[in-house]
């Protein structure tokens, strides 16, 4: 083998470093991925188009039709527009209750999913997606909840996101000595400077057949994992792309963890790119809860 590569330069390297590698040379790329991919693929899905010329106009007449309406009958434009928005949100919060009614329904007479004791080998890679922006103190505690998750580190594929503006929480990261399970990700200087926009970035170099998406403050539960694998697998065929997981919130002003619980966003590699517009990027997607801790 080495004969046949002689007239080529090559040397070895360990997969952190190709990767960093990769990172370095491919980072324009990344970038325009993190800010247009989805404009350019779906722009049907994105925001970033402007409105257009007839939505305008409309908007402008309309406002000018309800104005001249104001003036000319005050007392019945008020109970049309009152009608109008009554139509327009009733529905909407007689749904939400309804999946709230559900929700708590489900919880409260339901049994916990028990997810059977797979084999090690036969486990697929995960991919954990941790952004952090200046939270440098709340790495310690956070990587050792991530290494306390059951499951074999060979098939995690942790990576923390991180600003290239952030130094602090960078050197941070990088004093930790972190496991071979963990990788450093840094975002270029880029605007606008928040979370989705980080995860469009990360998202590519994502080993895993499912994707995590962790915040500083979160503590999961050690069986999350093995859990979310089994409720994809045993879900029906047209069952979300995305399910919803519980995790325990450590507050940012103190150092014991807090008793609520929140959610986390578990998905598989076919879910839709992430928005740029919004904080909680799988907010439109199906959830469904795999587990509730009693506390």
Not at 20 to 25: Q, S
Not at 63 to 71: D, E, Q, T, Y
């Amino acid at each position: 083998m080495l004969a046949r590569l002689s007239p080529y330069e090559f040397s070895l390297a360990s997969p952190h470093a190709v990767r960093g590698a990769i990172c370095r040379h491919f980072a324009s790329s990344f970038a325009h991925h993190a800010l247009q991919g989805l404009a350019s693929r779906r722009p049907a899905h994105s925001a970033r188009t402007r409105v257009a010329l007839w939505q305008r106009l409309a908007f402008v007449l309309g406002s000018i039709g309800i104005l001249a309406a104001v003036a000319l009958a005050p007392q019945a434009t008020l109970w049309a527009v009152s009608a109008g928005l009554a139509l327009l949100f009733v529905p909407l919060i007689g749904f939400r209750l309804l999946a709230a009614h559900g929700l708590f329904a489900s919880e409260s007479d339901g049994e916990p999913v028990r997810s059977p004791c797979v084999p090690d080998h036969e486990l697929p890679i995960y991919t954990l997606l941790v952004p952090l922006y200046r939270e440098g103190h709340m790495l310690p505690a956070l990587i050792e909840a991530l290494s306390r998750l059951d499951y074999p580190a060979a098939k995690l594929d942790v990576k923390i996101v991180l600003e290239a503006s952030d130094q602090a929480t960078i050197e941070a990261a990088r004093a930790l000595g972190l496991p071979g399970m963990f990788e450093i990700v840094v975002v270029p200087e880029l605007h606008p400077r928040t979370k989705p926009k980080a995860l469009n970035y990360a998202l590519p170099l994502a080993r895993g057949e499912y994707v995590v998406i962790y915040d500083a403050e979160d503590r999961p539960e050690r069986g999350q994992l093995r859990q979310a694998l089994h409720a994809f697998r045993n879900g029906p065929p047209t069952s979300p792309r995305c399910r919803r997981g519980s995790v325990s919130i450590t507050p940012r002003t103190i150092s014991s963890p807090a008793s609520s619980p929140s959610n986390i966003a578990l998905c598989s590699t076919g879910c839709c790119p992430l928005s740029t517009g919004s904080s909680s990027p799988f907010r439109s997607a199906g959830r469904r809860t795999i587990s509730a801790p009693r506390r």
